[in-house]
């Protein structure tokens, strides 16, 4: 599907979602709310096709968190961009490791290196740290005295 | 000017005094100098690379270097037959007690080249972190510094011939430690 179609089927099956241009892929914003059965139709539309996640990350905006999925479609060979905006004080979003297994793991990351909470994660620990690591590292207001100068 | 020439020159030479005589001749020298010659030009480096400078040190050893000129022919696998470890990467606080354990598993006399910025002290991107170990001398002795991002083969070419002279200059470190502390 070419970047106008995906994008066009897209506003149907979200109408609140919001577009971000200038991109080299369909960027799109959608509510934590919305979220879990935006990428389930993702996922699940015919046409559309979402069947590898390739990146999912998160940032820290200092004022807000943004979850970032990259999906591709291997059926179609398009691709796109979902992010989520989420609460800095509150992070919590769906899991989509029930429809994209190898969020598995990358959920685990994000939740280790920047205190994500994904809600119905099978197996939520932390990942790459020690189990009584105390803080997220990657958050942008991370402290360290011992290991990291302030800059 | 051929490039072999100052290498070459450097070459150790036999630690002795050669004394022509009639149908043959002598060399003297002491059992100490010997061994230390002997060890310095048969040193088995451990393979244990954790970043980029190992790519240079896998060029160091490969056909267009080839440090087995020099004695660093054989490279182990397992520490227990190494005698030499060439720290070549970061260094992360998960893996500074794997090397802690390598360097134990070692049998002594153990020399350690500690290669590139991060090995010395932690590294110009990485230093500012809460996972990297800021020199690898806050985890095992170290003999030799090369610095560079990454350093070139002939700059690691450098460091061992340096740590060729530094065996052969004098005692091992166990040797010094026992000196200082006979009861050991």
């Known amino acids: 599907m070419t970047y106008e179609a995906l994008k066009i089927t897209i506003t149907e099956l979200a109408p609140s979602a919001l577009f971000e241009e200038g991109g080299e892929w369909l960027n799109i914003f959608i509510s934590p709310d919305a979220f879990p059965a935006f990428v389930q139709q993702l996922r699940s539309t015919e046409g559309l096709d979402f069947d590898s996640l390739f990146c999912l990350t998160c940032v820290d905006w200092k004022t807000h968190f943004t979850m970032v999925y990259h999906l591709s479609s291997t059926i179609h060979f398009h691709n796109m961009v979902v992010k989520v905006k989420l609460d800095r004080n509150k992070p919590e979003i769906e899991t989509v490791s029930a429809i994209w297994r190898t969020a598995e793991f990358h959920e685990r990351e994000v939740y280790d290196l920047f205190g994500v909470e994904f809600l119905h994660h099978p197996d939520l620990r932390r990942l790459l740290l020690t189990d009584d690591w105390v803080g997220y590292p990657l958050r942008k207001d991370y402290e360290d005295p011992i290991n990291m100068i302030k800059l | ?184």
């Open chain 2, 1 to 184: 000017m051929d490039v072999m020439e100052p290498i070459q020159s450097n070459q150790p030479q036999f630690p002795g005094d050669v004394y022509e005589a009639p149908g043959g001749g002598f060399m003297t020298s002491t059992l100490q100098d010997v061994i230390n010659w002997a060890r310095s030009n048969s040193l088995w480096p451990l393979t244990f690379g954790t970043s980029c400078c190992a790519i240079e040190l896998m060029s160091t050893a490969s056909a267009k270097y080839d440090y087995s000129r020099f004695g660093f022919e054989v490279v182990r696998a397992t520490p227990r037959q190494a005698d030499l470890i060439i720290v070549s990467g970061t260094i992360v606080n998960k893996m500074a007690p794997v090397l802690k354990r390598l360097y134990d598993q070692m049998p002594d006399p153990k020399y350690v080249i500690a290669m590139g910025a991060c090995a010395i002290s932690g590294g110009p991107f990485f230093y500012n972190t809460y996972s990297v170990v800021k020199g690898v001398d806050h985890v095992i002795p170290v003999d030799v510094y090369i610095p560079g991002c990454p350093p070139r083969p002939e700059a690691l070419m450098h460091s061992l011939i340096t740590l060729q002279e530094k065996i052969m200059s004098g005692m091992t470190r166990d040797q010094i430690r026992r000196q200082h502390n006979p009861d050991l």
